[in-house]
Structure formats: structure tokens, C-alpha cells
């Protein structure tokens, strides 16, 4: 949320310190007293002070949080009354963002005592973290806005943040796109395009509809008017017309044949529909979720780790089918039972006004109750989809876990626990079709009731007035049954509506998602890469307020093989990361070949930089083309090489099928050990400059450790390698070593150099793991 | 030699669980920070942090070090059994620590595009803010209580749904 000015009401009243608008750095509003009351606020910077503005909230005022903002042109009144307290700026050391539960927190030392200088919400704490580095840039004699690039500088403009139409503040403002003027009709238009790829087959299927429709009109009046009142009437006047006086025989033949006819075409026409319907649904189906499925694979790593699976997975299954519902049985319907329903009244209208009427006298109370009824369902999809969406989570879940589940005995209690959401999903199942039958209800209410005045009515006419002839009747009774359709088609067609454009709604946000990993406009091509990496100054961390890596500066030679030790969760699998750019920079930059990752050409860099992890990705197939993934193109003395220098050859020869050996879904037949060995052949195949190993060998027992470090060896010839290990031993090998701890490089050397140094940790685990080996030996 | 038992002393530190008692003291430094003196050791402005802080948040207090490690000096078990003083000390750590207001009134749901908005009276005062529909911004933490996230992950609670009024539940029957 951006709102880095100072009101003048305050301007106004720091000018009793002498501090003019002119002499503002930077502004940061703060919104929360120390007691944890909200307030008004802002924090400014000048060249030597911190001042602090607060005053309590006027009643009757409403705290705002992003994305709910409806921006004003001119500015806000602020007639609050502040209380100003200005830092020296000299005497702030180590200021500081503490990020707690529910709040964020501005501290300090001043003058040597630790003091809290502000608290905020969430709200404003990516400003918050520019304000403190405006900070440290003045206290350390630069630029206040020296270092910040890019991003930062550009969301400087407030005007990119708020929607033109409504002026309400987007939500996201990477994707610039507003909720509230994002209705449902453009959601709408948007999926019809998909179907505009088949407009042949729709523009048949719209006529096949029409002409069947045209038949279910003239039906009634064949059977019922022509038939009773001028065939069977012998009406010689009438069949005069069609040249046809006297012969009633042959009329009465001629009338059968045409309502065979009609039959006939009708079936035809159904035959042709239900043919393309499927075609164009399935296919638009299709496309539809190869365009989620790509907007998923473009997404960056943060996107998945957000979500949860079974979640993912309901949306490009399900949801697109029940988008396409609406569109291919619904929009046509629309057309055809809309059509059928107008033509039926004007037909009625004209063979007897009266009874039309009485007919349609209903019809305004239907889209009374219609319009009532119909936001219920929106909102009923939606709890499905999330009940829906639970259940799938929750199996999914399970599934994977089912290992743990049955060591533990927990299945009663799993399947206790199963039951909760998929009792939700019956009950959000069972509200939809409670609705639905409201409406269905309601609409074969009106039917049934025209219909039986209709005939009360009727025969009064027929018997008492004489104003209309029995077929007349008849015929009536025949629309006003042939309404039953249309009417039912009606009482379901708004659900239809809600699930598809909800479903839509979901499957378009995926699609718009815009990944955080994004390639540059012309990238550069790593020609012949060498291997050589640098980075510095690095800073990166997941959330905005913890920083997992600080200030790294490092620097890689060609070919040069870097063992990186450290605890558990210091950083050094980010590290990695980083340079195969699954997440980009904070602060700082990574050069490969002394280009900036982030211009390099995502295939290049991919291609370039292969990973060994710690989780092991084996995708259902043979072996074979587990090996060669990536590598599509690779010969199987390729594969069998690779394998073998990866340890994997013996225990692959081994299985029944060898290479061909096809791995179950989560590769349930490997061990660990080997799916490991598997992915370190994969990196060899795929011949790499950069090699990373982050535990590549964490699971294998010590035997085959040793022959893997002995390929490793011949592989990291030629290459630059990175090399994560818990185990000193495993880095014997490396040229040189870096120590990570929280996030900071804090020792660098060979093996002896690092190992000399008695007060380092690498000395301390290097004796502690000695120690351990020897115990084991014994 | 002596090295390794330094180590070893370290592992044991991390698996031995400390309780704070009436004994060790708490103070309030100008700062607005808490300092601790335990068996004789001054801790400066220590961190409070709430074990269970849905399920039962006054007991099974952890108070670890202003650090990066944030190592923890020892856990109080509840904090009710502490002295008045002393209580107030730390749970004005806490409302800080744990913002979270409780809504009391909805004034309004809408459900846009893949975003809800709401605009709702906390105890706090009146707020208006957005959650992502996609991701689970909202935490069931039993059948009637809600922790809601907006954009920002900032935190809002609802204590009971069922204490709300049937039409603010309709409201949020989306989410339930």
C-alpha cells in the first residue's frame, strides 16, 4: 500500500522544528500504538532526524486495508491532532524490522538503550523496509536512495495503483487487474472465445437446434388445429389452399406423412447435436485445461509451495468441464427454448387473445421469484467448489501420507477425519439441489397452473360462448405442455450460469497469474559457457521481513569445485536456488559468466545449471527416459554411461526389465538410495557446466557413496561444482570450502586452512564427526 | 577433548526444557522492552512467544533470547499463575506481539473475481479489507471460530459464528 506523503496538516505542524517539506527523505505511515490500538501515524526521515508523528483515530473512522482503498483525487482532510517526537539520527544504531505475529515492530538503539520506535500492521511493511534502508543509506553517508532499483522505484507512482474505472485499489498491483470491474460478463466473453475456434461446427449445431425447434412449434398446431379442426372437420374451404378440396383421404394421408416427416427430422437432428456437441466440448475442454496446465508449469516455485495439491487439482480437472457445461447446453438452449416459448405466445396470441393471456398471467411472478432466488446459487457454487476442493485436499493428503498413517494406526482416525469435509461437500451438494428443486418447483408450479386454467377455461369457452372449436382447444393445451420444456430448461439454466462462470472465474486466475520468474525481453545466449559464477552483495528471503541470506559475496572460478557446509536451515540450499534462479534476488545480483541471471535466456541457464537435490523427482516411465529427462535426445550407451558413472547401472540391470523398467506413480519401487542415483545420472546426461549437488548423496549407504564420489570425481572435471553436504567427508575433494550460518558466509578455505582454525565451526563438526566415526568403528 | 564437550553441552542445552517460576524476574526497561534475570543471568529484551496461541494462549509461554537464534531461556507454563505485575509486563508484549482484532459485526461480504471484501466492526474499530479467494486465507480453527488473513496476512479472528447475527452468517456463509 503506498502512501508516501506527508498531509499538510502535519507539514504544518513540524514546521514548529524547523523541518520544511522540502527536507522529507522518505515516509512511511504507521497505523498501531505500542498497546496495540489502531492510530493515524507516519514516520519521516530527514538528513539528521526520525520523527515520529501519531494521534489517536477521530471516531467514526475506518481502518483500510489494501486492495479496499477507493482512491480520492484530491487529498484526504486530516484534521487530526499529531503528536510529533523527533530521533537523532545520529544517535539510532541498528535499526531494526521485527516482523511478530500480527504486527510489525520499528526498533532501535538510541543512545545505547533499545527502544521501539514505531509498530505497524502488515499493511505498510514493504514500505517500511524501504524507509529503513533510506535509513541506513543516510547514516552511512549515501544517497538516501543509493542501492534501490528497479521494482521499488517504479511503485513509487500511486496513480498505477488504483483502478481508472472505480478508483479502488487493485488487490494485486502486479497484475493491474480490479475485482469489482471484473464482472461476470467479461468473464463471460472471455470463455466464448474459446469457442469461436469451432464456429462451424456451432453455426450447424445453433441450425440443427433452430430447426428442431421449428418443429416442436408447428407440432401442436399439426395435431391439434389442422388435424382436428380442418382435416377431421372436412374444412373444404381450408384444404382448398393446398389444392386438396374434397379429397380428405389423401389430406389425412399427406398430414401423416408430414408428421412423420417432422419426427423424423427431429431425431436427425438430435442425432447431429449430441454428435458435435461432444466434439466441441471435449475439444474446448481440452484447450482449455492444456492453457491452465501451461499458465500452472510458467509459475514460478512460490505459486505451488502456496497451494495446496488437491486444490490445484480440482480446478484443472473439474472446474474446466463444468465451464464448458454452460456454454455448449446452455447458451444454445438459451437461443432455442427462448426462441420456442416467444413463438409459442404469438401463435397462442393469435388463435385466441384472451386464452393467451390467461396463459402467460404468471410469467412476471417466475422472474419475480428468478431474480430473487439466483444469488444464492453464486454463492452456493463457490462453497462447493471450496468444499469440493477440501475433500480432494484431504485425500490427497492422505494418500501420500499413507506410509505414516499405517505405522502409526491411524486409519480410523483418518478416516474420522475424512468424513468432516466430505460431509461438508454433501451438505454444499444437497443446498445446490435443494435451490434447484426451489426452482424447478416453482416453475412446473406455473406450468401445471396455466394448464389447468387453461383448460377450465377453455371448455367454459367451447361449451358456454362457442367462441373457439375443440381443436383450438386443444392446440392450446398442446403449447401450453409444450412450455413443460422450456420452463424446466429455464430452472436450471441460472445454475448452469453460476457453476460455469464461478468455475471460469477460478481457471482465469490461474491463467492470469503472472509468474514472479519472469525472462527477459531479449535475452542473453550463453554461446560457450565457461561456468563461472559470482555473486554479490545477495540478499534473499521468502517472506519480506526474514532474510534467509545476507549480504553474500562469493565468487566461483571455472571449473573450481565449492563444498558449502553449514546447520540445518542456514541458507545454503537457498544459496542454490538462487543460482539456478527458482527464486530471484532481494538486493544484490548473480552473474554467470558475468551476466546477471536474471538477463540470461531461461533455457540457456537451465540447461547450463543441473541439480542434484535432496527430493528426488521421478515421474511415471521407464527408467530410461527418467534418465533422459530434459535430455529427450540421448542414445542408450548415453544412458547406460551415465548410469553407470552414477552407481545405477548394477541395481538397474538387476530389475526384471532393466532400462525399460516402468516406475510406479511416486516411484514406489525405488528405494531412496536409488532414486538418487538415478537423478545424479540424469544431471551427468544432461552435461551441465554447473554441477549442483546439495545432498546429493544423503541417502545412499557409505558404500555406494564411495563409488559415486569416485564418478563425481571424473564428472566434475570440466565443470563448475557446487557441492552441499552434512558430511565433511563427502567434500574431501573440494578445492575450497565456504561455512554458512545464519544466512552469512563465515568462513572460507581449503579443508586444512578451515580446519586449522580451532575456535571455527568447521573445526568444531569436522572433530565432532571424527569423533562420532571413530565410536561407530569401534 | 574439551572442545567436544563444549559441544555436547550445546546439544544438551537444545533438548532440556526449562520452566520459568516465580523466582526469575521480569522488568519493564524505558525502551517499552522485557528484560529477564534468571539464576542470576540478565536476559535483555527478551522475546514472548505464545506456545498454543489458539488453542490455549495464556499457558506454555516460551521466552527465548534477542537473538538470531532467539535460543529459549525457558517456558512458562501458565502464565495466570504468575504475580499480577509480572503478568502485565508480558501480556503487553503479547497484544502487540499477536495482533489479531475480533470482528463483531458484519456489515458486508462480497465476494469479486476471486477476492472478498469485507467490511466488518472489530474491537478495535471499524476496518475494510480483502482477502485472496484462492488461497486459504481463511483458518477454520474449530466448527465456530475463524482466522481470517487479508492480503497482507494481517489477522483477524471470529471468536464465535454462532454468537453473530443469522444475517451476518448469511453473509459469511461462503466461508463456513
Redesign the interface.
Known amino acids: 500500500?503506498k502512501d508516501n506523503k506527508l498531509t499538510k496538516n502535519i507539514l504544518n505542524k513540524i514546521k514548529e522544528y524547523k523541518i520544511h517539506e522540502s527536507d522529507i527523505l522518505s515516509v512511511c505511515p504507521i497505523d498501531?500504538s505500542?498497546?496495540?490500538?489502531?492510530i493515524l501515524g507516519y514516520i519521516f526521515l530527514t538528513k539528521d532526524y526520525l520523527g515520529v508523528c501519531t494521534s489517536d483515530?477521530p471516531s467514526?473512522?475506518?481502518?483500510?486495508?489494501?486492495?479496499?482503498?477507493v482512491h480520492k483525487k484530491d487529498e484526504d482532510e486530516d484534521l487530526a491532532e499529531y503528536e510529533v517526537k523527533l530521533f537523532d539520527l545520529k544517535k539510532i544504531e541498528h535499526i531494526h524490522v521485527e516482523r511478530?505475529?500480527?504486527?510489525v515492530?520499528l526498533?532501535a538503539e538510541?543512545d545505547g538503550?533499545?527502544?521501539?520506535i514505531a509498530?505497524l500492521?502488515?499493511?505498510y511493511?514493504e514500505q517500511l523496509n524501504l524507509f529503513v534502508r533510506h535509513t541506513k543509506n543516510i547514516k552511512n553517508g549515501k544517497d538516501f536512495d543509493a542501492d534501490i532499483v528497479g521494482k521499488e522505484v517504479e511503485e513509487e507512482d500511486e496513480e498505477l495503483l488504483y483502478c481508472p474505472i472505480c478508483g479502488t485499489m487493485y488487490?494485486?498491483p502486479a497484475k493491474k487487474?480490479c475485482?469489482?470491474c471484473?464482472?461476470k460478463r467479461t468473464?463471460f466473453a472471455r470463455v466464448l472465445k474459446y469457442f469461436f475456434k469451432y464456429k462451424f461446427s456451432i453455426a450447424i449445431l445453433f441450425l440443427s437446434y433452430a430447426l428442431g425447434a421449428a418443429i416442436s412449434v408447428v407440432w401442436p398446431y399439426l395435431t391439434g388445429k389442422v388435424l382436428f379442426d380442418h382435416v377431421l372437420e372436412k374444412d373444404s374451404e381450408y384444404l382448398a389452399r393446398f389444392g386438396l378440396a374434397g379429397k380428405f383421404m389423401l389430406a389425412l394421408a399427406i398430414l401423416a406423412l408430414i408428421m412423420i416427416g417432422s419426427r423424423i427430422i427431429e431425431e436427425i437432428t438430435n442425432t447431429v447435436q449430441m454428435a458435435l456437441m461432444a466434439r466441441v466440448a471435449t475439444s474446448t475442454v481440452n484447450d482449455i485445461k492444456t492453457d491452465v496446465f501451461s499458465a500452472m508449469s510458467r509459475l514460478s516455485l512460490n505459486f505451488f509451495t502456496?497451494?495446496?495439491t488437491g486444490g490445484l487439482m480440482t480446478r484443472v480437472l473439474s472446474d474446466s468441464n463444468r465451464v464448458t457445461e454452460f456454454f455448449i447446453d446452455g447458451i444454445p438452449s438459451i437461443f432455442i427454448h427462448g426462441m420456442t416459448i416467444i413463438i409459442t405466445f404469438v401463435v397462442m396470441y393469435r388463435l385466441n387473445w384472451q386464452m393467451a393471456l390467461i396463459a402467460c398471467i404468471l410469467l412476471p411472478l417466475l422472474v419475480f421469484m428468478t431474480v430473487k432466488l439466483r444469488p444464492g446459487l453464486?454463492?452456493l457454487s463457490?462453497?462447493r467448489h471450496?468444499a469440493e476442493k477440501a475433500v480432494s485436499s484431504k485425500a490427497n493428503d492422505n494418500l501420500t501420507g499413507a506410509r505414516v498413517v499405517k505405522a502409526f494406526g491411524q486409519e480410523e482416525a483418518e478416516i474420522e477425519r475424512f468424513t468432516n469435509p466430505n460431509n461438508n461437500l454433501k451438505e454444499a451438494e444437497i443446498n445446490i439441489v435443494k435451490l434447484r428443486n426451489k426452482f424447478t418447483i416453482l416453475y412446473s408450479l406455473v406450468q401445471e397452473i396455466s394448464s389447468i386454467w387453461i383448460w377450465i377455461i377453455g371448455v367454459f369457452f367451447v361449451l358456454k360462448t362457442d367462441k373457439i372449436d375443440l381443436g383450438v382447444l386443444l392446440t392450446f393445451v398442446g403449447y401450453v405442455a409444450h412450455l413443460n420444456g422450456p420452463m424446466n430448461f429455464f430452472s436450471r439454466v441460472f445454475r448452469m450460469w453460476s457453476e460455469s462462470i464461478n468455475a471460469a472465474?477460478?481457471l482465469f486466475?490461474i491463467i492470469d497469474s503472472i509468474p514472479e520468474i519472469v525472462e527477459k525481453e531479449n535475452p542473453i545466449h550463453l554461446m560457450k559457457p565457461r561456468g563461472e559464477i559470482e555473486l554479490s552483495n545477495v540478499t534473499f528471503g521468502y517472506t519480506v521481513s526474514r532474510n534467509v541470506l545476507k549480504n553474500i559475496n562469493l565468487k566461483v572460478k571455472e571449473g573450481e569445485v565449492l563444498g558449502i557446509v553449514g546447520r540445518s536451515g542456514a541458507g545454503k540450499s537457498t544459496l542454490v536456488n538462487l543460482i539456478s534462479r527458482l527464486y530471484d534476488v532481494k538486493e544484490g545480483s548473480i552473474k554467470i559468466d558475468g551476466v546477471d541471471v536474471k538477463d540470461l535466456s531461461l533455457s540457456d541457464l537451465r540447461k547450463n545449471v543441473a541439480m542434484v537435490s535432496q527430493d528426488t523427482y521421478i515421474f511415471m516411465g521407464s527408467v530410461a527416459k527418467n534418465i533422459a529427462y530434459g535430455n529427450e535426445n540421448a542414445t542408450g550407451d548415453e544412458i547406460i554411461r551415465a548410469a553407470k558413472l552414477a552407481g545405477a547401472h548394477d541395481f538397474i540391470s538387476k530389475m526384471p526389465d532393466g532400462y525399460d523398467t516402468v516406475i510406479g506413480a511416486s516411484g514406489k519401487d525405488l528405494s531412496g538410495g536409488e532414486k538418487q542415483r538415478i537423478s545424479i545420472a540424469r544431471a551427468i546426461l544432461a552435461d551441465p557446466k554447473i554441477l549442483i549437488l546439495d545432498e546429493a548423496t544423503a541417502s545412499v549407504d557409505t558404500e555406494t557413496e564411495k563409488a559415486i564420489q569416485n564418478s563425481l570425481k571424473l564428472l566434475v572435471k570440466g565443470r563448475t561444482t557446487l557441492s552441499i553436504a552434512h558430511r565433511l567427508s563427502t567434500l574431501r575433494d573440494a578445492d575450497r570450502l565456504i561455512v554458512i550460518d545464519?544466512g552469512r558466509i563465515v568462513e572460507e578455505g581449503t579443508h586444512a586452512e578451515l580446519d586449522q582454525n580451532?575456535e571455527g565451526f568447521f573445526h568444531?563438526l569436522n572433530?565432532?564427526q571424527n569423533?562420532s566415526l571413530a565410536v561407530t568403528n569401534f | 577433548m574439551a572442545e567436544i564437550n563444549t559441544y555436547e553441552k550445546e546439544a544438551e542445552e537444545m533438548t532440556r526444557m526449562t520452566v520459568i517460576t516465580d523466582k526469575d524476574k521480569f522488568e519493564r526497561t524505558n525502551g517499552g522492552f522485557v528484560n529477564l534475570t534468571k539464576d542470576g543471568i540478565l536476559f535483555e529484551r527478551v522475546k514472548v512467544v505464545r506456545l498454543f496461541p489458539f488453542t490455549d494462549a495464556d499457558k506454555y509461554i516460551s521466552i527465548r533470547e534477542n537473538s538470531a537464534k532467539a535460543k529459549e531461556i525457558g517456558i512458562i507454563e501458565d502464565l495466570g499463575a504468575l504475580d499480577e505485575n509480572t503478568q502485565e509486563i508480558l501480556r503487553e508484549q503479547l497484544r502487540l506481539n499477536y495482533f489479531t482484532p475480533v470482528i463483531e459485526k458484519i456489515y458486508n461480504i462480497k465476494d469479486e473475481y476471486g477476492y472478498a471484501y469485507f467490511h466488518v466492526l472489530t474491537d478495535k474499530g471499524e476496518c475494510k479489507f480483502a482477502i485472496n479467494m484462492a488461497s486459504n486465507a481463511v483458518t477454520k480453527l474449530s466448527d465456530s471460530r475463524l482466522i481470517i488473513m487479508d492480503l497482507d496476512e494481517n489477522r483477524f479472528e471470529i471468536r464465535d459464528v454462532n454468537a453473530l447475527t443469522q444475517k451476518e452468517r448469511r453473509k459469511l456463509d461462503l466461508f463456513l
Open positions: 500500500m498501531l505500542f498497546e496495540g490500538e489502531y483515530i467514526g473512522y475506518t481502518h483500510f486495508f489494501r486492495g479496499t482503498k511478530m505475529i500480527g504486527a515492530l526498533s538510541y538503550a533499545p527502544i521501539k509498530s500492521t502488515n499493511t511493511l488487490p494485486d487487474v475485482p469489482k471484473t464482472n468473464i502456496s497451494k495446496q453464486w454463492n463457490g462453497k471450496r472465474q477460478r486466475e545464519n580451532e568444531k572433530e565432532l569423533k
